[in-house]
């Protein structure tokens, strides 16, 4: 009897399916065992043969006589024996039908399964490419917030203090304008003149935030210094710290976060405004003659980031006597300019900033510093390329142009005084 099927969730149709089919050699028994049956049921009723011996032919009369004496019961083993080789036919006949069918039912549930796995499949890769390209999508977003966030504060700041600066230029214009229903003087058009000055502040500080990098990164940077100062004591309210071009403001925050003494000047009333919002002591002067404007041996430390490339050579040499002015024995001046060693900053980088006059060699540094008066002068080279040449090429190859094009970017004379 075919036995009713009906799959289960979680089970395998396909091994239930085999599991109730009858196998092919149990079919083969089976027809072998009713041709047996076929063969014997032919022989019913028949005598067997003859020996051609005397004890045979006397056998062979006594199954003759049985024979004779059984004639009522033999045709009911005949038909029994038939009914039931009838029977066994017609169920072998049924059961072969039904293997057909389960063979038949198997198939289809095997490219049944087939198909609602490859469909799985199918819809799961739709999913995970989906997922993929939703996480690389969210992913692409967050770095954009990442970039655009920070760069956007920059620019908020940098406008809030351009308005700043504005305002003071508008209020001094008006001024302006008031004293020049007076008779003009010299203390007016000195006046008029310095506004001039200031006209470029706000580009000149966009200029910055384009290529200066980032606020915590300059600060990163500029932590290299801190083991110097902290060596010998600078930073105390006897040895303070003046930053001649504060830009920004990295290295002054960074010195107040390890509340270390420090205070800026710079020109560039955009920037001022800038360290002025973020609490910074700041002052609106011109280096040398601000130096020049301090007590003698007043300070522990002067350092200027970026700004002696912006000088001509003798307003250099005039900042590095007033600055050796102004320390007190012990201090330190650190100067710190792009490294025209660098291939890649000597001809292209240094020329970012329009406002760069020439770059400054490694060994033209030292022998200034040295020959207005300063100690223990040192060549501190910064910031090389995380890219390198192929080494393949051969070692003293390699290493020299590693050394020209991948080296250090920028680098700081520091020099001490006696």
């Known amino acids: 009897m075919q036995r009713s099927y009906k799959p289960r969730e979680g089970s395998n149709s396909i091994q239930q399916v085999e599991t109730d089919q009858p196998s092919s050699a149990q079919l083969l028994e089976l027809r072998s065992a009713v041709g047996a049956l076929n063969a ?8 067997p043969p003859e020996p051609p011996t005397l004890r045979g032919r006397i056998g062979a009369r006594l199954v003759k006589v049985v024979q004779r004496l059984l004639f009522w019961y033999t045709p009911q083993i005949v038909h029994f024996q038939y009914s039931t080789l009838k029977a066994l036919e017609s169920a072998l006949k049924t059961l072969e039908s039904a293997v057909r069918a389960i063979e038949g039912q198997t198939k289809s549930s095997r490219q049944l399964e087939a198909e609602l796995l490859r469909e799985r499949h199918d819809r799961e890769g739709a999913a995970s490419a989906a997922m993929t390209r ?3 999508l969210e992913r692409r977003l967050e770095d954009l917030r990442l970039q655009s966030i920070p760069r956007m504060d920059r620019e908020i700041a940098r406008l809030r203090a351009q308005q700043t600066v504005q305002e003071q230029r508008v209020a001094s214009l008006i001024q302006a304008r008031t004293e020049l229903l007076e008779p003009p003087g010299a203390a007016l058009s000195q006046r008029l003149l310095q506004e001039e000055l200031h006209d470029m502040d706000a580009l000149y500080a966009a200029l910055q935030d ?7 990164e300059i600060m990163e940077r500029l932590s290299v210094y801190l083991p110097k ?6 930073g105390s309210e006897r040895m303070p710290i003046l930053d001649v071009g504060c830009g920004r403001g990295e290295w002054i925050e960074l010195l107040r976060e390890h509340e270390l003494q420090a205070a800026g000047i710079d020109l560039n009333r955009v920037s001022l405004a800038i360290c002025r919002e973020r609490g910074l ?5 011109e280096a040398v003659g601000h130096l020049r404007s301090l007590p003698e041996a007043s300070l522990g430390a002067v350092t200027a980031f970026h700004l002696i490339e912006h000088l001509a050579f003798q307003q250099m040499l005039d900042l590095l006597d007033a600055a050796r002015r102004a320390l007190k024995p012990g201090g330190v001046a650190i100067f710190e300019t792009p490294n025209p060693n660098n291939i890649f900053v000597s001809s292209r980088n240094f020329y970012l900033d329009p406002t ?3 770059p400054i060699p490694p060994l033209l540094g030292r022998f200034l510093a040295e020959a207005r008066g300063f100690e223990r002068v040192e060549i501190l080279e910064l910031h090389p390329v995380a890219q390198h040449a192929d080494t393949s090429m051969g070692g003293d190859a390699a290493a020299r142009l ?3 094009f991948y080296g250090p970017q920028d680098y700081a004379i520091i020099g001490w005084k006696a």
């Open 210 to 216: 384009e290529f200066r990098g980032g606020r915590e």
């Open 281 to 285: 002591a700041v002052t609106e002067a």
């Open 402 to 404: 590693n050394e020209c």
């Open 356 to 358: 760069h006059r020439h």
């Open 40 to 47: 014997s049921y032919a022989l019913v009723g028949q005598a």
């Open 229 to 234: 100062l902290a060596e010998t004591g600078i």
């Open 134 to 136: 939703t996480e690389a």
